[in-house]
């Protein structure tokens, strides 16, 4: 494939102005799906699931079935919905979106188009430095999601070159909220870090609302970004490209750069933006074509016949108003002045996108400063070596179960960098790893003092010189006795048991 040409970012940002759009799809964790009983699996409980197990009449689209709302989900739909500052629509009206792809048993997918139940918002985002940018919100409407295809005998796991492919139901009809900007005019060239601030946001709002996962490496939240641009001083929009289905922060941020860059050097040349869906790729760090982008005709919309308007009573919405949480600012300057951090060590773990990981390994009993040491640092290290998110190789109460070890001395930090290898491996709990590999802390002084004198066999001079005030000559011992306990002795407990020979 021949390379693409790239404009200098700093460049590309002197010629055009890069205006930016972005659809987030929730999923929500409600017990059943959108429009039957089948079990959703973007809930926990059903989460991995075998194939086509979560599945119903309706999910399938078989003749004579027939939707149900649930009402939990519009539940939600109307506290996202307050949460982003929108108005809620008094009647909402569910209608068919027409168009044929393999795992959409049906043909048409149930969501809603000129009647959503929520419309009109405006949120708060929070960039380095404190800067406070609001995003338009032009939307928030209920849909249900579209099967899964797996690509067999290919060998990009795409569905070019593969013999053939397997489709799973069990994602049909899992009740999202889609979240739809207005287009978001003056990002210039913070545009990468809004699109991740602002995924980021909706992340906080969603899992403080408590009503998604929002786990991005599940797919719990999946963001679409748009990005056009326009030359300086004109007023039409450019054509846009629509890269979908980016599944981390970190690669939104990367995505709405990358696309900067390809589209500036194409219209620098002379060339046109073909208005149409992009796949991100990860590992290179670049986007490909995707298929023409269709426009809201393309679907032929109309009416759900099946189903009533959606009409909430206005004491319900009132009641799921006053039950809002902090908005996401406002908690982030909380947690800050709870835990104590500096600007910087604060900024570092929302530069992560760690902060929800923060807050639940403190509530599990970490504390804070332990906590953020952990995910910004060996966990956040071992997730890039991987090319993933640290939340997706852990889980909070793991971390802080680690740090209650460490804690209690039964574990050093090089220890329990070796028993997080093991939570990450899947080899079990951190006390099981511990008792599996053996790897506790040796706190036996017997077995502390016969390696000491070993080692102060090897090297009798070392007692003379700390006698004569060199207690840095403790340190030569220090190391053989750690060498010889395979780190699993208490460096500080050894030092204080040289020092004790040497003042005998």
Known sequence: MAKVALMDYDKALEIYEPVLGFEIHVELNTGTKMFSAAGNPANEAHHGAEPNTLVAPVDMGLPGSLPVVNETAVRYAISLGLALGCQIAPSSRFARKNYFYPDLGKNYQISQYDEPIAFEGEVEIELDGGDIVTIPIERAHM??????????????????????????????????????????????????????????????????????????????????????????GQEKLGTRTETKNVNSMRSVERAVRYEIQRQAAILAAGGTITQETRHWHEDTGTTSPGR????????????????????????????????????????????????GFTDLEFQDVVNGGLL???????????????????????????????????????????????????????????????????????????????????????????????????????????????RDGKVQAAGAVIGAVMKAMRGQADAARVRELVLERASA
């Open 143 to 232: 849909e249900e999601d579209a099967g899964k295809l797996t690509h067999m005998g290919g060998a990009t796991g795409r569905i070019q070159g593969a013999e053939y492919s397997l489709v799973d139901y069990n994602r049909a009809g899992v009740p999202l909220v889609e979240i739809v900007t207005k287009p978001i005019f003056g990002a210039e060239k913070r545009a990468p870090e809004i699109a991740k601030a602002y995924i980021a946001t909706i992340r906080d709002i969603v899992r403080a609302l408590g009503i998604s996962e929002a786990r991005m490496e599940r797919g719990n939240l999946r963001c679409d970004a748009n990005v056009s641009l326009r030359p300086r």
């Open 356 to 466: 929800a990981e923060v807050e639940a390994t403190v509530a599990a009993g970490a504390a804070p400063a332990a906590a953020r040491k952990w995910w910004t640092g060996e966990l956040t290290r071992v997730a890039n070596a991987a090319g993933t998110e640290p939340a997706a190789l852990v889980e909070p109460a793991a971390v802080a179960e680690l740090q209650k070890l460490v804690d209690a001395g039964t574990l050093t930090d090089k220890l329990a960098r070796q028993v997080l290898e093991g939570m990450i491996a899947g080899e079990g709990t951190p006390q099981q790893i511990v008792d599996a590999r053996g790897l506790a802390v040796v706190s036996d002084d017997g077995a502390l003092i016969a390696a000491i004198d070993e080692a102060l066999a090897a090297q009798p001079d070392v007692l003379e010189k700390i």
């Open 292 to 339: 023409p982008k269709s426009d809201a005709d393309d679907y032929r919309y109309f009416p759900e016949p099946d189903l009533l308007p959606v009409v909430p009573a206005p004491e319900l919405i009132e009641q799921l108003r006053a039950a809002l949480p902090e908005a996401p600012a406002a908690h982030r300057r909380r947690l800050k002045t709870a835990w």
